[in-house]
């Protein structure tokens, strides 16, 4: 099949050499606007071919089209991309803010275009274990939810510009993991953030955003998730969950490359070397979410996370922005009554 790939960024140009492994997709047509990354990208891909603009891209006769651009044109793009009637993939979070969100919501619920959103620790083995384990019921009733994203560095300033915070931008992948794991909802959030003190001046404040921050969730059967993240976790990259039950508990990302220090004496677990970026600790996860995209494409699987389903993880990272500003607890009727949804 012929793929689109809109934005060859970080996350874009990792993708373009996933996707070009897959055994069925023949032909990659990307498009970026800092020629320099559509240079590289097609310099390695043979299979690959750039146009000018996503216009141009949604003409090319796509069977698909996977959206690595910026959050803030993450609407416009699925919008166009479900005119052209192209099935899409567009990486989280659905858009830049709420109020878009809810048009992006309006506009797929509307059309029978599949719009997967990219959440890929639904695809992670050791997720997809936790998951089946508790809806397996073997951790008896679940009491507590632990969910970690801790980023080495901090990405550039142009990114953070339009990320939409960190509650937007990098909680959403815990928040989705939380409620994709326990099948429950959040109801109530209370969040807090920090800033780094020896961040270059503006870096985060110009924008009201926080580099560590974290977040207690009250799920509707009365489960407790905490969620930790931070831009500046310089032993490596961090992604875990446990989960806690009356009669077992379990955790994923605890693997050799865990980026932690014991001090038990004489312990030599994790033996390292510790998980660089996502590159490295989700590239299983990433593949199989492409793969599945391409099933999905081809009709041969249901949406394993559609706009509707990621709408309950842009609702907690709405309530968790506002609980951080504001401190104090939010609950999701709240937000969503703001919204008027």
């Given at each position: 099949?012929?793929?689109g790939?809109?934005?060859?960024?970080?996350?874009?140009?990792?993708h373009?050499?996933?996707?070009?492994?897959?055994?069925?997709?023949?032909?990659?047509?990307?498009t970026?606007?800092?020629?320099?990354?559509?240079?590289?990208?097609t310099?390695?891909?043979?299979?690959?071919r750039?146009?000018?603009?996503?216009?141009?891209?949604?003409?090319?006769?796509?069977d698909?089209?996977?959206?690595?651009?910026?959050t803030?044109?993450?609407?416009?793009?699925?919008g166009?991309?479900?005119?052209?009637?192209?099935?899409?993939?567009?990486?989280?979070?659905?858009?830049?803010?709420?109020?878009?969100?809810?048009?992006?919501?309006?506009?797929?619920?509307?059309?029978?275009?599949p719009v997967?959103?990219?959440?890929?620790?639904?695809?992670d083995?050791?997720?997809?274990?936790?998951?089946?384990?508790?809806?397996?019921?073997?951790?008896g009733?679940?009491?507590t939810?632990?969910?970690?994203?801790?980023?080495?560095?901090?990405?550039?300033?142009?990114?953070?510009?339009?990320s939409?915070?960190?509650?937007?931008?990098?909680?959403?992948?815990?928040?989705?993991?939380?409620?994709?794991?326990t099948?429950?909802?959040?109801?109530?959030?209370?969040?807090?953030?920090a800033?780094?003190?020896?961040?270059?001046?503006?870096?985060?404040?110009?924008?009201?955003?926080h580099?560590t921050?974290?977040?207690?969730?009250?799920?509707?059967?009365?489960?407790?998730?905490v969620?930790?993240?931070?831009?500046?976790?310089?032993?490596?990259?961090?992604?875990?969950l446990?989960?806690?039950?009356?009669?077992?508990?379990?955790a994923?990302?605890?693997?050799e490359?865990?980026?932690?220090?014991?001090?038990?004496?004489?312990?030599?677990?994790p033996?390292?070397?510790a998980h660089?970026?996502?590159?490295?600790?989700?590239?299983?996860?990433?593949?199989?979410?492409?793969?599945?995209?391409?099933?999905?494409?081809?009709?041969e699987?249901?949406?394993?996370?559609t706009?509707e389903?990621?709408m309950?993880t842009?609702?907690?990272?709405?309530?968790?922005?506002?609980?951080?500003?504001e401190?104090?607890?939010?609950?999701?009727?709240e937000?969503?009554?703001?919204?008027?949804?």
């Open positions: 099949m012929r793929i790939l809109i934005g060859l960024g970080r996350i874009g140009a990792f373009a050499d996933t996707l070009a492994a897959l055994d069925s997709v023949e032909e990659l047509v990307v970026d606007p800092v020629t320099a990354a559509v240079d590289a990208v310099g390695r891909i043979p299979r690959a750039a146009v000018a603009d996503p216009a141009a891209l949604l003409d090319a006769g796509l698909g089209v996977v959206i690595a651009a910026a803030h044109v993450h609407a416009d793009l699925i166009a991309a479900v005119a052209k009637g192209v099935p899409t993939l567009c990486e989280k979070p659905i858009a830049g803010t709420i109020a878009e969100s809810l048009a992006v919501q309006a506009t797929v619920g509307g059309s029978d275009v997967q959103i990219g959440y890929p620790r639904r695809f083995p050791a997720f997809v274990a936790a998951r089946d384990a508790v809806r397996a019921g073997e951790l009733r679940v009491t939810v632990r969910s970690t994203t801790l980023d080495p560095a901090p990405p550039p300033a142009t990114y953070l510009a339009v939409g915070g960190i509650f937007r931008d990098c909680s959403v992948h815990d928040f989705d993991a939380v409620r994709w794991v099948g429950q909802e959040v109801v109530e959030v209370y969040a807090l953030g800033v780094d003190p020896d961040a270059p001046a503006g870096l985060y404040a110009d924008h009201g955003d580099s921050a974290s977040a207690l969730l009250t799920l509707d059967d009365g489960t407790i998730g969620v930790s993240n931070t831009r500046t976790n310089g032993r490596g990259y961090d992604v875990r446990e989960v806690h039950g009356v009669t077992d508990a379990l994923a990302g605890l693997d490359g865990l980026p932690l220090r014991s001090t038990h004496p004489g312990a030599t677990w033996s390292g070397p660089g970026f996502f590159m490295d600790r989700l590239a299983e996860a990433f593949r199989l979410e492409l793969a599945t995209f391409t099933r999905l494409v081809a009709g699987v249901d949406n394993p996370c706009v389903d990621a309950g842009a609702w907690t990272a709405e309530a968790a922005s506002l609980s951080a500003r401190h104090r607890p939010v609950t999701i009727a937000v969503r009554e703001a919204a008027g949804a």
